[in-house]
């Protein structure tokens, strides 16, 4: 009897153990970089970024046909921190894109999209008629910080993909087998879309229904833990 009492004491004990969840520091300064070019066929033309310290501003970077926005604010007045990317035409009478990231009064946020993505991950928005691309990411504590336990170096900078966001089938297989693919997608219709382990989506057209996932069996160890979907 004496030893199951103790015995029962040592299960409660362990079940009541709390796990204190240890939040990020707030980051000195945050930081948005912007790549332009006027095709999705042309490489990068231009690289421009833009720092926030930990007080409300507003910035915008403005290209040929594009204007990038960011607003920062700290929440000291509402308790509502945030930051604010939105993607325009010149006259800021058009928007092509905008996202809000609400961020804790005291703590983050933290990186963690591989490839210097920051916390934002790599997004793309693009003009309605020239077709022009805007690629945009943001990272806290400075450019290119690392994610938590990875083996990147801090001082790395983010790159953008190189790759267009549609590509011919002979290149969607060449991209397959370089193993920076996460995610392989295979419509009916046999549009088939390559999500990249920074986020980037590839699209393509697949000559036969299942001849991507051929490919990721002809690819073997650099395609061994791709996720595949069909729809």
Known sequence: MRKLFILLVLVLTACSGVTDTVLPPKPDTITCVTAYRASVDQPIEQERSITFADSDAEESVRFTDMVFHATYSTGEVDN??????????????????????????????????????????????YHPVSNAELQFWC???????????????????????????????GTAVEILNTGEVEVVTQLHSLDVTLTMKDGAEIHTVEPGIDAIFQEVERCGQPCAEIVVATE
């Not at 035409?89 to 703590?107: A, E, I, K, N």
């Not at 801090?154 to 953008?160: D, H, T």
């Open 139 to 169: 990272t806290a504590a400075g450019e290119g910080a690392p994610i938590p336990g990875s083996t990147e170096s801090e001082n790395e900078p983010p790159v953008p993909t190189s790759y267009p966001n549609e590509v011919d089938w």
């Open 80 to 125: 509502e921190r945030a930051l604010r990317l939105w993607v325009s035409d010149l006259g800021d009478s058009s928007v092509y894109q905008t996202q809000l990231y609400q961020l804790d009064p005291g703590s983050g946020p933290q990186n963690q999209f591989r490839g210097g993505h920051g916390f934002t991950g790599l997004n793309y928005s």
